[in-house]
């Protein structure tokens, strides 16, 4: 070492200073905490566009079982009796196959429903339990 220079120290970081980064640091919490629930609900909002697809499907098989009963208390009427048993064997399926998506339809509802960011408020939980116990409160 040259004579009369003394090592340079790195200063630590003022009050003031300390207090800026954390406040950005908080910002850039709450804002990456925002964004993730965005997602989130977004997720859940899809399930339960799908779901209402399904309730729709439901709907639509569900009419035309009810157009082929129709049809089947028609021929029972008009023709023999092998007839109107086929047509009602139709209609009955058709009943059940909207029965299936009925329930696969109430199933992807319950995956949405609450459309609540559960992920997002357990890491904010997570975040205010973390800061306060930090800050030796």
């Known amino acids: 070492m040259a004579a009369g220079t003394a090592p340079q120290h790195q200063q630590d970081p003022s009050t003031g200073e300390l207090v800026s980064r954390l ?3 908080i910002s850039q919490l709450v804002r990456d905490e925002l964004q993730l629930a965005q997602v989130e609900v977004t997720r859940k909002a899809k399930q339960a566009g799908i ?4 309730f729709g499907a439901a ?15 028609i021929l029972a009427l008009a023709l023999a009796l092998d ?6 064997i139709v209609g009955v399926v058709l009943l059940a196959a909207a029965g299936v ?3 696969a339809g109430k199933k992807r ?3 949405a429903a609450p459309p ?17 116990h930090g800050s030796g409160s």
């Open 51 to 54: 779901g209402a697809g399904m």
């Open 59 to 73: 709907g639509v098989l569900a009419h035309y079982a009810g157009g082929v009963l129709i049809a089947t208390a």
């Open 109 to 111: 509802m319950s995956r």
């Open 116 to 132: 609540v960011p559960t992920q997002a408020v357990a890491n904010v939980r997570e975040d205010v339990q973390t800061l306060r």
């Open 83 to 88: 007839a109107w048993l086929a047509a009602l």
């Open 101 to 103: 998506a009925a329930l």
């Open 23 to 25: 406040s950005s640091e």
